[in-house]
């Protein structure tokens, strides 16, 4: 505690004493304490520095006395108080509860927080009530900025591994568990499955050797934009002896959601499906409809929940066959009740059929199929077509024997399936009508996630899931394919399967391959391997960017243990003399104005070097361009001008990171919007920067808007005739409106200086910059109100003077202290934006050779940038004026003022924001 004050202390004793006296029993003060004896006034730092204080004083168990504490202030009434000051070092008294602190910080702005710590769990106690360390599967994480942090951080971690002794009782769950969930995860990631020490060193030992295995997942994620993600629940012949058992032991979830169906399938058949799932007598029967049915609808609930509950949440479901059902369940579409109703009476009416069918899946398009069972089609049925080259027949045994023993010898592969049931095929017909009946009516509810159709082959909505439907769905066949289709074609590139074992991901495979799209796709079980195939499809996950709530992946209690730190890659931060300045805040820009004449440009804020990529894109060139190039080069231009307005090399600006996570402010942001729409005649939302858009969201929006505006309005933005008074931009408005309120106030004043060393001629400088005004009308515009609304006055010349004030005669500290006045005293200068100019500039000369000049700008008519286009300029007519040609450069295509103009009327034809 401690506000520093007397006023500020007493009131904090007040308050703390009303509060922690209430209930307190007599002689056991509130020992109170300030980290300012320690460090003194730290404002914004005060409340950390305090947390780590009694963080250090709760570990040690030791209260630290307040240092210079002798006599107690005479506002604060300790004798009547629950409280006390400590003056020597004093042990924590033990009262058999966990200690207690409370922190304190109040801010100077009025914001005032209080934290209370509390001890941690002993770690013996913690560990005494956990089972043995065993050979079990474990998920190790680690991440880094960069792909050699990464790799220097996976060789500590193996380092630490393989050290003779860990630290005293740390258990590899421990380990897993502080990697996962108690670090920042960052954009190049590992993620590793092993189950012993040993195995994790030899895995770690293969990725730094850029060895891959099915264990190790390695990449760099999209951390800020995450891929969607859909769930594939599969159909029949995934089921196999024990599936679930291990997950329903170790997974809370998992064995919750079978609980559930558990309970509503006894009431509708008298049977338990837990003891389905964990009886060894059932080998016979697995594949029996009314015992493969429901095992693997409540094993893919099971599998589906625990991904939920892991924070991998779908943003599309699709089923193939029966996992339809479990796919609209698991959206909303049916409650729990319903979809095992229907799953009930679908296996009731197919244990009929018995061992009377078979099916498999061939290596075949569907047409190819439909030729290959030619002649048959009363015996065999396309069941589904699950790819571009994979459908699935069914029908008698006998005949898909024949059919497939003729397209092996033509070298088609197939793939049995395990089921004994001729599911889909016209063996169904007899059923249909049966079923139909016993499901009555079917009343679909609101659907919570998309759901894809693999009856339709499309995304439907949940009221067109009513008994019909789930008759067609019976009956078949399963267009698979044109569902997978058609999500990945939304951008649906990563699956999950919700399967017991992996039946569909090769033909999701196949369509992303003939779609020439990438993707991940993820098995959620296999035969004899459970927790194991989800930690690694969950690895994956983790490497892709996906985010992920570890705190749900550790079921039983753990406790963080200390780990490698982060491994800075060392990076020297200091200027290099080439880009010092004498006072330290500015960067040069190099500028040639010809005759050995060299010059630094200091600009006010501004980037170390001109935007020579921004600056060759325009609109024009970008409408004109190959429409494959636009989106590269709107891309490659916006990362230029973000990275001068933050700061940033631009080869380092990761496009796809927020503005906000790179530091952007309301000020950068508003600069940053001004540039585009100057440089690209595009109107960008504000509220972008700073909600989470990046560099690609910009340039898809900026890209969608080009080609929006070129069908909407045909032709490039022209200039128009002379008008007295023009409309302001968007920026220009904001900007008026503060001077409004504090007329001339020069926060919004841009100050930029350029030291000139050689022959100087004074004349063709100040000619040159003229020239530049005459070039441009923003250089010549002042600002009015006309019928309550701002304007824009061009004046049709503006003659600028560039005052010489000779300062050779003074002494370095003498040149250099006036130099400093006067810089700030220009900069200060507050500006009439009605009478203008809005630009000034003034020469020192510190010798012959040695000049430096002045220039202040109002924001109204220019920025940081601009500032550095208008030396280039300057310099470019300096050295033909001073080579006898012309100084005049080609008249500019478009002003400031038709860039508003347009605004204006865009603003008034459709919403911007």
């Known amino acids: 505690m401690g506000a520093g004050t007397l006023v500020g202390d007493s009131i904090e004793a007040k308050a703390l004493g009303k509060v922690l006296g209430t209930d307190r029993a007599a002689g056991r003060e509130c020992v109170i304490g300030s980290v300012k004896t320690n460090l003194g006034h730290l404002e914004a730092a005060a409340g950390i520095c305090g947390l780590i204080k009694v963080a250090l004083a709760i570990r040690h168990k030791m209260i630290p006395p307040s240092l210079h504490f002798c006599v107690a202030s005479p506002l604060i009434e300790f004798d009547k108080l629950p409280l006390r000051v400590e003056k020597a070092l004093k042990v924590w008294p033990d009262n058999g509860a966990p200690a207690l602190a409370g922190v304190s910080c109040f801010g100077f702005g009025g914001t005032n927080a209080h934290v209370v710590l509390q001890e941690g769990p002993n770690r013996t106690t913690v560990r005494s009530g956990r089972s043995p360390e065993d050979k079990q599967a474990r998920l190790l994480t680690l991440s880094a900025h960069t792909l050699e942090a990464l790799r220097s951080l996976a060789d500590s971690d193996r380092d630490y591994l393989s050290r003779e002794r860990l630290q005293p009782g740390v258990s590899l769950t421990e380990i897993c568990y502080t990697a996962s969930a108690r670090r920042s995860h960052h954009d190049y990631r590992l993620a590793v499955v092993a189950r012993s020490r040993e195995e994790f060193i030899e895995k770690i030992s293969r990725f730094l050797k850029g060895e891959g295995c099915r264990c190790i997942a390695s990449g760099r994620g999209d951390v800020y934009r995450r891929p969607k993600l859909g769930f594939v ?33 006894k009431q509708l058949s008298d049977e338990s499906l837990i003891e389905k799932l964990t009886s060894d007598r059932l080998a016979p029967d697995l594949n029996e409809p009314g015992v493969m049915q429901p095992l693997i609808f409540a094993v893919q609930l099971g599998l589906a929940t625990v991904w939920q509950e892991w924070g991998l949440a779908p943003d599309v479901v699709v089923g193939h066959g029966m996992g339809e059902i479990t796919a609209a369940h698991f959206a909303g579409a049916l409650c729990l009740k319903d979809a095992l109703r229907i799953l009930a009476q679908q296996s009731r009416v197919l244990s009929r059929l018995s061992r009377r069918g078979s099916m498999a899946a061939v290596s075949l398009a569907s047409e190819e199929a439909r030729r290959a069972i030619s002649g048959l089609e009363g015996r065999l049925s396309i069941a589904a077509i699950n790819s571009p080259c994979e459908t699935e027949l069914s029908g008698e045994p006998a005949a898909l024997r024949q059919i497939l023993k003729q397209l092996g010898h033509s070298g088609v592969s197939a793939r049995p399936i395990n089921c004994d049931v001729a599911l889909h095929s016209a063996q169904i017909d007899s059923l249909c009508a049966e079923f139909s009946q016993s499901l009555g009516e079917v009343y679909p509810k609101p659907q919570r996630v998309a759901y894809c159709s693999s009856v339709e082959g499309r995304v439907c909505e949940s009221t067109e899931l009513n008994a019909d439907y789930w008759v067609r769905n019976f009956r078949g066949p399963a267009r698979f394919s044109s569902a ?430």
């Open 484 to 913: 997978i289709r058609q999500l990945i074609e939304r951008d649906e590139h990563t699956f999950i399967e919700i399967s017991p074992r992996p039946m569909l991901l090769t033909a999701i495979g196949q369509e992303l391959e003939q779609l020439n799209k990438q993707g991940a796709l993820l098995p959620s079980m296999a035969y004899a391997r459970e927790r194991e195939v989800l930690l690694e499809s969950l690895g994956s996950l983790f490497v892709e960017g996906h985010p992920i709530v570890w705190t749900n992946v550790y079921t039983e209690p753990c406790l963080p243990v200390d780990l490698p730190s982060y491994p800075w890659q060392r990076e020297r931060c200091w200027l290099s003399d080439e880009n010092h300045s004498d006072n330290g805040n500015h960067k040069p820009l190099r500028v040639d104005l010809g005759d050995n004449l060299s010059t630094s440009c200091q600009e006010a804020g501004g980037p170390a070097n001109s935007p020579d990529k921004a600056e060759s894109v325009t609109r024009a060139s970008l409408l004109a361009a190959r429409p494959e190039d636009r989106s590269r080069l709107i891309e490659e231009n916006l990362r230029a001008l973000a990275a001068e307005v933050l700061g940033f090399d631009t080869q380092r600006l990761d496009p796809r990171r927020p503005f906000i996570s790179l530091g952007i402010d309301s000020l950068m942001a508003v600069e940053l919007k001004n540039r585009i729409e100057t440089h690209l005649g595009v109107t960008v939302p504000m509220l972008g920067f700073l909600e989470g858009d990046s560099v690609a969201d910009l340039t898809t929006f900026v890209l969608d808007k080009l080609m929006e505006e070129r069908s909407a309005r045909p032709g490039s933005i022209a200039p128009e005739g002379e008008v007295p008074r023009h409309p302001l931009s968007y920026g220009q408005q904001g900007l008026w409106l503060l001077d409004r309120l504090d007329p001339g106030n020069p926060v919004y004043n841009i100050a930029g200086a350029v030291r000139l060393r050689g022959a100087l001629d004074v004349s063709a400088l100040g000619q040159s910059l003229n020239e530049v005004v005459k070039r441009h009308e923003a250089l010549r515009t002042t600002f009015c109100s006309a019928d309550g609304l701002p304007r824009q006055v061009i004046r049709p010349e503006q003659r600028l003077t560039i005052p010489l004030v000779d300062l050779s005669g003074l002494g370095e500290g003498g040149r250099k202290t006036e130099e400093m006045r006067l810089g700030a005293e220009q900069a200060r200068r507050r500006f009439d934006l009605s009478q203008g100019p809005l630009l000034l500039a003034s020469l020192l000369r510190f010798g012959e050779q040695d000049h430096f000049l002045q220039l202040t700008v109002h924001h109204t008519i220019s920025d940081t940038w601009s500032l550095s286009v208008l030396m280039r300029e300057v310099a470019a007519i300096y050295a033909a004026l001073r080579k006898g040609e012309s100084g005049s450069l080609p008249p500019l295509p478009m002003q400031y003022n038709d860039f508003a103009r347009r605004q204006e009327q865009w603003l008034k034809g459709e919403s911007a924001y």
């Open 233 to 265: 629940f599969s159909g029949h012949g995934s089921q196999w002896l024990g599936m679930g058992r291990q997950l329903f032991r170790q997974e809370p979830a998992f064995r919750k959601a079978v609980a559930s169906c558990d309970e509503i399938f």
